[in-house]
């Protein structure tokens, strides 16, 4: 599943290469991926229509245009958009083709199929879905200071991996690779009830959450599976992971080997020795 760094590079990607671009003709080759909309609808009301500005929030991408209208996007586990001259052949997987009129088509790709579109009549009306005003704030945004962040954590007596992946609770944009990987740099074990953080470790997450998806983005976004950005290019931040995806490999800082437990269903990694 693409991870905030990776959306964040999908939207600067696409910022450089299609804002002034106008719409000349959609085309819907999968229905299911619109979910608020006909396929009817949604071709009439693009064509024509011009991209202003690529915006996103959390790991929602929106695509908006001069009139207003705003194209949601959440690319879930494998949605990927791609720019390619009209008479490069279609890639499998297409589902959606917005034909430009610069002879570039963008094209949104979905092996696992499970992305989806919208259209909003405006940016108002897009943030105002119950999933996007429910977000907590973003390592990266100005809401998100030390004092919020060390109030959040006493709130809550459960796990603190699951609770970071908890897009409504403590922080949103956070995937499982970042939430393992700024624990392993915080020194914190991925068990360890929120609220029992002190005030020093506290502060170290708060910078581990904020340095690794800054890095990320700087270097484009993980890629660990099928992930491509707008260029169809690979993200290269797996060759800094120190211990995602590195069970029973030796740490890093202390060679001791990476553990792997299920938490919360999902898969987590960290070195007993480093973290406490
Ligand atoms: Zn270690």
Redesign the pocket.
Known sequence: MPELPEVETVRSGLEKKIINCKIEEVKVLREKTLSNISVKEFCEKLKGQTFSEIKRKAKNLFLEMKSGLVIGVHLKMSGAFLIQPANEEIPKHTHIIFVLDNNLELRFKDLRAFGRMNLFSSWQEAISTASIIKLAPEPISKNFSLDYFKQALQKYKSPIKPLLLEQSKIVSGIGNIYADESLFLSGIQPTRMANSINETEAEKLYKALKTVIINSIKVGGTSIRDYVDTDGQLGNYALQLNVYGRKKQK?L??E?PIQFIKLGQRGTHF?S??QT
Do not use: E, L
Request: aromatic share 0%; charged share 0%; net charge neutral.
């Open positions: 740490c800082v202390c001791s070195c020795n480093c």
